[in-house]
Every structure is written in structure tokens, then in C-alpha cells.
């Protein structure tokens, strides 16, 4: 059996019966059907641990175009973790360094590769959401990038002249003038960078539509199964739930942020969840948009200190998320909510009278070296990972999914970029990695709440 849970956070944030106060859950629609838990001991060819969107689209692959038998086991429902609870916003992103880090590290060809998988992971969920019909809400083109000062705006003209030195594609400055024509009027606007790839999504929609479709290429989800314990039987997997067992040749590990460190020694002390907030006013309404001219259809983020992420859904609710605090306790999600709250009236005070209906919270996965993993574990065969998206894991996680269901099969006829491919590390003294958070973030958070930005 596996040892009691390191827990680097508050159980609140871990409790499946705690309602999370999601404006996603509240407007997802019907739960997915046919997971039932594990019962008794069952086989497959590949067994998959968790839910989201990295486990669900590694299921669909190896399920429709290997005829693989798959199951996924589940802790609690499909997307109930942080795939259900982000921003929604299906945009570039993955590695938690810029394209020019990446190139110093790796090299322009990698760093090309990199930005070439970053593209490929947003027509991925495009064209499954398209081509299977799944109700997802896709909203907007692209990505609108805010600047408040001069500064901000030089660093997104270097920005501008990266993408396309590396990317080969253009981005759009624009303007505060035509800012406010294009987007929104609202104070202490400099103007903007267009990002010209991405667009909104229902997250907690696309989850659900993502297991349906696996479970019509045959599929199984199993629910409410948390993994007790992890034995190797002759040559295959056991992996024990309450209700029974699943033996497998092959295991995906897919649970990210969520990930226990006693569930295999490959990710022992090897990812730092940070936890990320986010809240959502009432419909806002006609009269109150005109007040800031809004008219912008993508996702938003913005250039301040620790920025946030936002947009007006198609039913005029204001979502803005960013940080969320060191401890997970109910308190201090309270806290958090209160700042998010005063960023939203800080960027449009006209909605200063729009209540705040939902706030809820899901984890963001970093590694030691702020890049994406997938791959086998060396010295244990049979057993894979694709974890750890810095934040972006809508596209990554769906793209990473399928390419490491192509690693499980042998089929492998997609290149992996060689910062995907390297081997997964734990921190230095894993028991004090929260400390990382405080190290990097720590001050400006404290400078941010106190308003000292």
C-alpha cells in the first residue's frame, strides 16, 4: 500500500467533498456517464491515472488509433482537478521558461521545435473539438496581451521581434488609442500585443466532452478510484484501488498538480504544485460593458506584477484569475478572493457594483527545471509520465497526451521537442520546495497585495 499523502497544502484544497465554488461546475451540464468505480480485479493493456486532460487524451489516442484496452482511474470524476478548474484559455505555453531561455539551453533549432509543438497542441484541440462536434464554447482568436506603462510596452515590442525571429510569425502592437477602439477603454492602458494564436474555452466542458469521446472509442473511466497501492506481479502492474484492482503491462502516470509523491519513486519530490485563483462576477450587463467599450472576444492577460488572466465569457461574466496564495486554507482563499476582486475593479472600475458569484481554486505544476516531461521511467519499464505545464495545460496537456499515448504504443511518429525528453528530477530537499514559491513569487506577491505595484 502506499504511505500516508505528503500534502504540501491545507486538505481543504484536496477534499473531494468540499464544493468548490465553480462558475465552470455550476454551468458544465451533466456529469460523464458510465464511470463507474473499480470494481473488483480488473486487466487492460494500459492503465492510466488521472482524469484531466493529459490522461483523457492519451486514453482517446491509444483507445481509437492503437485499439489499445485503456482505463482510466480517477481519484473523483473526470476534469475535477485543475484541468476542470482553469482559466480556459487554450493559448501557447507549457515550459515555464520564454523561447529565448530555451534557446540559450537547448538551441534555436529546439527552441523552434518547441514554439512549431506549441502551435501544433492548439490546432490539436481545434480540430478534435471541430471534427467530433464537442461542445466546448471555443470563444475568440487569439491571445490580447495589456501593457499599463512604457515599460510594459517596450518589453512587448522584444517580445514582438522574438516571435518572429524564432517563431516566424507575426504579432500586433497596437496602440492605446487603438486599444480602446479594439478592445477596451479603461485606465492606465498603454496599449497591447495581439498574440495571433489561441482562443477561450469551457474547461471543465472540454474535459467532460474529451472523456466521452475516449469512452465511444472504447475507453473506460473509473471514477471515485483513488490508487491505494502500486505492485509489480509478473511482469505487469496491480495497481489497487478501494474497490478492487486494475493489472496493466503499461501505466501512465497523468496526474500532475494532484500527483502524490509515494504513488511511484520517478515523481517523488519531482513537482511543485502552486495554487491558482480564480473568480467570477454576475452577468454583467449591456449598459455596464459600454462603460469600458468592451467588445474583445479573446482570452486577455496582463503585464503587470503578478499578472492576471482574464475575460468576459459569452454570457458577460467577468473571469479573472492569477495567484492564490502558499497555504490553501479556506482563509486564505478568502484573502485571495478579496485581492482578485480589487485587481478586477483596478482594471475596469466602472464594474465596481458586479458581484462576485463564484471563487474557486486549482493547482498550477512546476518542475526544478520549468519544463514539461514525458517519457518511460528508466529503471522501471512499463511505467510513463507526461506531466508538469506551468499553467498552460489546456493545449499542452491535450497535445502531450496524445504524443506520449504514441510513446506507449511504439507507434512514436511525432517528434518530441528535446525539452520534453529530459529526465525528471526531484528538488533539492523536496520537503522544503514550497520554499521555491517564496523565493520567486513571495515579494512581488506581498508588494502586490499591499498595492505597492
Known amino acids: 500500500m502506499l504511505g500516508p499523502m505528503t500534502k504540501l497544502f491545507h486538505d481543504a484544497i484536496y477534499d473531494p467533498d468540499r464544493p468548490l465554488d465553480s462558475h465552470w461546475e455550476a454551468s458544465a451540464g451533466p456529469m460523464v456517464e458510465g464511470c463507474d468505480p473499480v470494481d473488483g480485479d480488473l486487466t487492460c493493456d494500459v492503465a492510466i491515472i488521472g482524469g484531466g486532460f493529459t490522461g483523457l487524451s492519451a486514453a482517446l489516442h491509444l483507445a481509437r488509433d492503437d485499439q489499445l484496452s485503456v482505463r482510466v482511474i480517477e481519484a473523483v470524476a473526470p476534469g475535477w482537478g485543475a484541468s476542470g478548474r482553469n482559466g480556459g484559455h487554450c493559448c501557447f505555453g507549457g515550459a515555464g521558461l520564454d523561447p529565448t531561455e530555451i534557446e540559450e539551453a537547448f538551441g534555436e533549432e529546439v527552441a523552434r521545435a518547441n514554439i512549431n509543438t506549441q502551435r501544433e497542441a492548439i490546432d490539436l484541440v481545434e480540430d478534435l473539438a471541430v471534427s467530433n462536434k464537442l461542445d466546448i464554447d471555443i470563444q475568440g482568436r487569439g491571445e490580447l496581451c495589456v501593457a499599463h506603462s512604457a515599460r510594459a510596452m517596450e518589453e512587448l515590442r522584444g517580445e514582438t521581434a522574438m516571435w518572429k525571429r524564432l517563431g516566424g510569425f507575426d504579432c500586433e502592437m497596437i496602440s492605446a488609442d487603438a486599444f480602446r477602439e479594439r478592445a477596451f477603454d479603461a485606465p492606465n492602458v498603454s496599449g497591447g500585443m495581439v498574440f495571433p494564436f489561441g482562443f477561450g474555452v469551457h474547461p471543465l466542458k472540454y474535459a467532460r466532452e474529451l472523456a466521452r469521446l475516449a469512452q465511444r472509442h472504447g475507453a473506460t473511466i473509473h471514477g471515485n478510484s483513488p490508487v491505494t497501492g502500486w505492485k509489480r506481479e509478473g511482469g505487469r502492474h496491480r495497481l489497487i484501488t478501494a474497490g478492487g484492482s486494475v493489472t496493466a503491462d503499461k501505466v501512465l502516470i497523468a496526474t500532475n498538480g494532484f500527483t502524490r509523491d509515494e504513488l511511484h519513486p520517478a515523481v517523488d519530490g519531482c513537482l511543485l504544485p502552486v495554487i491558482s485563483e480564480i473568480v467570477a462576477t454576475r452577468p454583467l ?33 467577468l473571469h479573472i484569475g492569477g495567484a492564490g496564495g502558499m497555504t490553501g486554507t479556506p482563509a486564505s482563499k478568502e484573502r485571495w478572493r478579496s485581492f482578485l476582486t480589487k485587481r478586477a475593479h483596478t482594471i475596469f472600475p466602472e464594474w465596481k457594483d458586479a458581484e462576485i458569484e463564484y471563487c474557486w481554486r486549482g493547482f498550477v505544476c512546476l518542475t526544478r527545471d520549468h519544463l514539461t516531461h514525458l517519457g518511460e521511467v528508466p ?22 497526451g496524445r504524443a506520449i499515448a504514441g510513446v506507449i504504443s511504439g507507434r512514436h511518429n511525432r517528434a518530441i521537442p528535446a525539452t520534453m525528453t529530459q529526465p525528471l528530477k526531484p528538488f533539492p530537499l523536496p520537503a522544503l520546495r514550497k520554499l521555491r514559491i517564496y523565493r520567486r513569487y513571495g515579494g512581488r506577491m506581498m508588494r502586490t497585495m499591499l498595492g505597492m505595484d
Open 379 to 400: 529503471d522501471d519499464p512499463g511505467v510513463f509520465y507526461s506531466l508538469a505545464y506551468h499553467g498552460n495545460g489546456v493545449a499542452m496537456a491535450t497535445w502531450s
Open 285 to 317: 450587463t449591456d449598459e455596464e460593458l459600454a462603460r469600458h467599450k468592451y467588445q474583445v472576444e479573446m482570452p486577455l492577460y496582463d503585464k503587470r506584477s503578478m499578472f492576471a488572466y482574464f475575460r468576459v465569457l459569452p454570457n458577460k461574466r
